[in-house]
């Protein structure tokens, strides 16, 4: 006996819930392609952040929603606008890793009140988009602590 209460013990066992367990595939567009395309992609891929690259496939932005939304109600035609304009960017994107715990993950997307974040690996010129994490993804593991813990009755 450990003599741990159940709060530790649950406490623990969310402590070692990793990235890499969740982890989904990452939409990503091109710096280059438009607005409208971006909006395209999103509606197709049925994702609601997509995350922006450049040639050499290294993370620059982010795009959500509302920033296309936001980008649309303007005058301008949105097939003649790139999403590097509109997109929030680098350095000021919020990032994991596949070795972080999945709550450390949840702190920062309440921190910056953001949905998601990618998942990148560390490049010497840049990182590499291999994942996303985001609130379903939390939302998951959340539901899945209590029916993994249910069939243990
Ligand atoms: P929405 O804007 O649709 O409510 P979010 O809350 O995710 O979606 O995004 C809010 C703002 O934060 C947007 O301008 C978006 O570009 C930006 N953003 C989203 N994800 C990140 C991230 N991982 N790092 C930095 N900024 C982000």
Redesign the pocket.
Known sequence: YTGKTGTELLTEKIKKIMVHEYVSIPIVVNESVSVYDAITTMFLEDV??LFVVDDKGFLTG??????LLRASIGQQKLSAIPVHII??RMP????CRKEDPLFQVAKLLID???????VVRDKASGLEVIGRITKTTITKAFVELVTDSDQHL
Request: no cysteine; net charge positive; glycine share 10%.
């Open positions: 609601g952040t982010v795009l959500s929603r509302k920033d997109m929030t000021n994107i919020a990032v910056r009140q953001i949905d998601g974040v990618p």
